[in-house]
């Protein structure tokens, strides 16, 4: 059973760093074809792909966020991990984690979620 | 980036009846095999769920009444015949190439 868990700060300041956590099961980022990564949405909007990580350490950005993201992994305590440097208050958003098997494959696999405020 | 339109913005069905939701690609989206659009529906304080994968695949475990049609830049998300439960927010989603691309969303609510 695939399952993923985001963890994050809850809430942070402007111009602080976000880091988020996603904690995975139920597969192997070491497996060919795997990659995990990260979606947000603002409360009530839409929702914008920011990351993701592939079992060879390949790594895609959104380019409009590339400069402020950091993606990187732990195959062995199946860990994904994101750094959003710089945070505003745009950033206040839910951060999805999410599995695709196989570029070009949809994301069939979401964790639940966890809320990011940025406030002063 | 391809931006990828969807229309209408909200719907309202009668229990029953077919809700349509389009969705166009600002440039194609398809090789002559598979179109690289899939759709989720997302209800409040959920993630979204993947209902259709390349443009017209039912995702294992989805009620037949959802159905998936198009290629090149056009495409459709059918619901028919429309429950009380699929009152919902419906994605599309490319990954044409990168970045990966939503719709604005449409949000269905039954009548």
């Known amino acids: 059973q695939v399952t993923l868990k985001e963890s994050g700060p809850g809430i942070l300041q402007p111009s602080q760093t976000l880091s988020l956590t996603c904690s995975f099961s139920?597969?192997?980022?070491?497996?060919?074809?795997?990659?995990v990564g990260w979606i947000r949405q603002p409360s009530g909007k839409g929702l914008e792909w920011l990351a993701h990580i592939w079992w060879d350490d390949d790594k895609r950005y959104n380019p409009a966020l590339k400069s402020r993201l950091t993606i990187s992994k732990n195959t062995s305590s199946n860990q994904v991990f994101l750094k959003i440097a710089s945070v505003d208050t745009a950033d206040t958003a839910t951060y999805y984690c999410t599995r695709i098997e196989m570029y070009g494959n949809p994301f069939a696999y979401w964790g639940q979620g966890t809320l990011v405020t940025v406030s002063a | 980036d391809i931006v990828l339109t969807q229309s209408p913005a909200s719907l309202a069905v009668s229990l029953g009846q077919r809700a349509t939701i389009s969705c166009r690609a600002s440039q194609s989206v398809s090789t002559s095999n598979y179109g690289y659009i899939h759709w989720y529906q997302q209800k409040p304080g959920q993630p979204p769920k993947l209902l259709i994968k390349y443009a017209s695949n039912l995702e294992s475990g989805v009620p037949a009444r959802f159905s998936g049609s198009g290629s090149g830049t056009d495409f459709t998300l059918n619901i028919h015949p429309v429950e009380e439960e699929d009152t919902a927010t419906y994605y599309c989603q490319h990954n044409w190439e990168i970045p990966w691309t939503f719709g604005g969303g449409t949000k269905v609510e039954i009548k």
């Open positions: 139920g597969f192997s980022l070491s497996t060919s074809g795997m990659g």
